[in-house]
C-alpha cells in the first residue's frame, strides 16, 4: 500500500476508556456527532467531516472487555489508515490504542497470523493479537 491509498473504513481499540471518552474525542476531530443509540451491544451514533456522513459504531468491551473498538464505516474521515486514526487518538486518550496493521483483504489465507498496530507510551509497534 502506498501512503496515497485510502482504506475503505477505520478501526481502532481503545484501552480502559467510556463511551463519554469516545464521544469527547469524535467531538475533536469530526462536527455534527449524533446522540448515540444503544443497539444491543453496540452503539451508533455518525459524525459529519467535510460534509460527508460517517456512520460510526462503538463496540465497548470488545476484544477481551478491556479494549473499546470504534469503526468509521466510511472513507471519508480526516485518516488514511487505521494506524493514521491509533495515532490521533493516542494523543487524545494517552491510553493505548491498537489497530489492523493493513486494510482487510478477504482473499487472506484464514491461518495467516494478523499483525496490529500498537500505539503507547512505549511508541508504535507490531504485534500479533488474538
Not at 500500500?1 to 478501526?11: N, V
Not at 489492523?100 to 509497534?125: F, H, R, T, Y
Request: charged share 25%; hydrophobic share 35%.
Amino acid at each position: 500500500m502506498t501512503s496515497s491509498e485510502r482504506f475503505p473504513d477505520i478501526e481502532i481499540y481503545v484501552l480502559n476508556t467510556t463511551l463519554e471518552n469516545i464521544i469527547d474525542w469524535l467531538n475533536t476531530e469530526l462536527s455534527e456527532v449524533s446522540q448515540p443509540i444503544p443497539q444491543g451491544t453496540v452503539v451508533k451514533l455518525t459524525a459529519v467531516y467535510h460534509g460527508q456522513t460517517i456512520p460510526i459504531t462503538v463496540t465497548p468491551g470488545a476484544a477481551g472487555k478491556k479494549f473499546t473498538s470504534v469503526i468509521f464505516d466510511s472513507d471519508a474521515t480526516p485518516w488514511d489508515t487505521d494506524l493514521d486514526c491509533a495515532r490521533a487518538a493516542y494523543k487524545h486518550f494517552e491510553s493505548e490504542i491498537r489497530c489492523s496493521a493493513s486494510s482487510w483483504v478477504e482473499e487472506e489465507a484464514e491461518d495467516a497470523p494478523e499483525l496490529w498496530w500498537k500505539v503507547n507510551d512505549q511508541g508504535e509497534k507490531k504485534i500479533n493479537w488474538h
